[in-house]
Nanobody
Framework: VQLQASGGGLVQAGGSLTLSCAVA????????VGWFRRAPGKDREFVAA????????LYADSVKGRFLISRDNAKNTLYLRMNSLKSEDTAVYSC?????????????????WGQGTQVTVSS
């Protein structure tokens, strides 16, 4: 399974940005995909996840109400719409896919990872 993230950039605080993640090579739709981020000097942390066949979602408390995760079945693409961005959202964002449909924030449950895309929020 290959994942390719894109869409990062520089945005002012309060602004919006949408990240995309193209997913290829998966022969089944029975899995979950998620977004994680790593800020400078910090550990990687869970942001949001969605299970591909049903569209159920899970969010970290820090982004709930501001971020929206979605997927496009026809394009095999995962999205993360980020609104009301804050300086603390600055990080490298990565997409990942697990082997089951179970939604989880546990990093170790995600088997496949794409490269990251930098998001910088200026205050």
């Amino acid at each position: 399974v290959q994942l390719q993230a894109s869409g990062g950039g520089l945005v002012q605080a309060g602004g919006s940005l949408t990240l995309s993640c193209a997913v290829a090579g998966r022969t089944s739709s029975a899995y979950a995909v998620g977004w994680f981020r790593r800020a400078p000097g910090k550990d990687r942390e869970f942001v949001a996840a969605i299970n591909w066949p049903y569209g159920n979602t899970l969010y970290a408390d820090s982004v709930k109400g501001r971020f929206l995760i979605s997927r496009d079945n026809a394009k095999n693409t995962l999205y993360l719409r980020m609104n009301s961005l804050k300086s603390e959202d600055t990080a490298v964002y990565s997409c990942a896919a697990s082997l089951t449909v179970t939604l989880t924030s546990l990093i170790e449950r995600y088997r496949y990872w794409g490269q990251g895309t930098q998001v910088t929020v200026s205050s």
